[in-house]
């Protein structure tokens, strides 16, 4: 993807997006597709390490305990696959999400997250499929657990191609990304227009996007009489590592056999190894964002593998690197933050993914092309209002 001079103040954009992380490309990419004219800057380089696009893989999944991220979890999916119709590029891996539970770590089974989020998935009519001790022993012999609960539908998503896939097809758009480029000043301009001044050039643009990330209350304050302040903070996975079974038993842990897991009671989540993208079982430990973890006997990535996986102790271990490291966006309420500025109706907000955002990218891009260039989106996004954050 090109970078260029900013456009001459009289080219005015319909769109110019701050943040090129996976949020800011994929609503440049929806906005793209309606003829809007669309540009973005990014301080930094597109799949940053500091940034969720960094690595290799994510989860995407519809399991959660508010039926509201269900459904729009699963709009997200169904965008994912739409995405992959538009470019030709296989994006997910579609491997099947399941939570797992084990009575010895958590006994009151009725109480764990993959209960109480089937629960959810059940109300809403969507399928899945529950094995017990025994059916976990047949399906899934590497796997020490009393519980269960499998969507079929979920997966991984592949980061290298999404990235390579958004830059291709924002290219072919004509939207130019500018990396590398810092925002120094926005003004009002009259009639409706907004000027950026970046260190790549001056824009001016009907409508603006703000999706960068810890960068969010920066670019919210060069807005004159803006009053609204993220509370953002930031986390990350405690630990991660990438675990390589001997070769007699490999098959065993590739997403042909082994879907994405999570033991999100004790803060624990899996990833199969996928041929072509990673070779090796990655298992991490973190804080867990929709349900607050209790005193375990799992207190590290080693603590999960013997106690549930004992056929990876003798694997090769090594913690992880080249993924999983950026910081997480966390807002104080552990909501999004999802729409318009208080006070402006032609600037937009988009932040505080908390870790699980990623799988939201295409809905989220779609919500926020909608509202800056179409006059509003189809989703009721209310929820997420950055209204709730004013701070006078």
């Known amino acids: 993807m090109s970078n260029g001079a900013g456009r001459e103040p009289d080219d005015v954009l319909d769109l110019l997006v701050v943040g090129g992380g996976v949020m800011g490309l994929f609503t440049a990419y929806h906005a793209s597709r309606t003829q809007a004219r669309v540009a973005v800057v990014e301080l930094g380089e597109i799949g940053d390490p500091l940034t969720a696009s960094f690595g290799r893989t994510r989860s995407y999944r519809r399991d959660y305990l508010e039926a509201g991220y269900t459904r729009f979890a699963d709009e997200a999916i169904r965008l994912w696959t739409e995405f992959e119709t538009a470019t030709g590029a296989d994006v997910l891996v579609r491997c099947g999400c399941m939570n797992i539970a084990n009575t010895k770590i958590t006994p009151d089974l009725d109480n764990t997250y993959a209960t109480l989020s089937t629960d959810v998935l059940k109300r809403l009519g969507i399928p899945v499929t529950s094995y017990d001790t025994e059916g976990i022993a047949a399906t899934y012999p590497f796997l020490q657990a009393d519980l269960g609960d499998l969507d079929p539908v ?110 999100l009671d004790t803060g624990i989540y899996l990833h199969p190894i996928v041929e072509g993208v990673i070779d090796a079982v990655k298992i991490g430990f973190y804080n867990p964002p929709d349900m607050p973890r209790g005193t375990t006997s799992i207190n590290s990535v080693g603590d999960f593998v013997e106690q549930c996986m004992p056929g990876l102790l003798e694997a090769e271990s090594v913690p992880v690197t080249d993924v999983d490291q950026c910081d997480y966006d966390l807002v104080a309420d552990d909501h999004f933050v999802l729409g318009d500025v208080p006070g402006f109706s032609n600037v937009f907000v988009g932040v505080g993914w908390r870790g699980t955002g990623y799988k939201y990218a295409p809905w989220v891009g779609r919500v926020l092309a909608e509202l800056s260039c179409q006059e509003g989106t189809v989703y009721d996004v209310a929820r997420f209002t950055p209204s709730r954050f004013v701070t006078a």
Do not use: C, W
Request: no cysteine.
């Open 154 to 263: 979920g997966g991984l998503v592949d980061l290298r191609t999404v990235t390579a896939t958004l830059t291709k097809a924002l290219d072919e758009a004509g939207v130019v990304v500018h990396q590398k480029t810092s925002t120094t000043a926005i003004e009002q301009a009259g009639d409706g227009l907004v000027t950026v001044t970046t260190s790549s050039g001056v824009f001016v643009t009907r409508s603006l996007v703000i999706t960068a990330g810890h960068g969010t209350n920066g670019v919210l304050n060069l807005l004159p009489g803006n009053q609204l302040q993220v509370p953002i903070t930031k986390d990350r996975p405690s630990e991660a590592r990438y675990y390589t079974p001997p070769a007699e038993t490999r098959h065993l842990y590739t997403s042909e056999n082994m879907p994405v897991m999570a033991y």
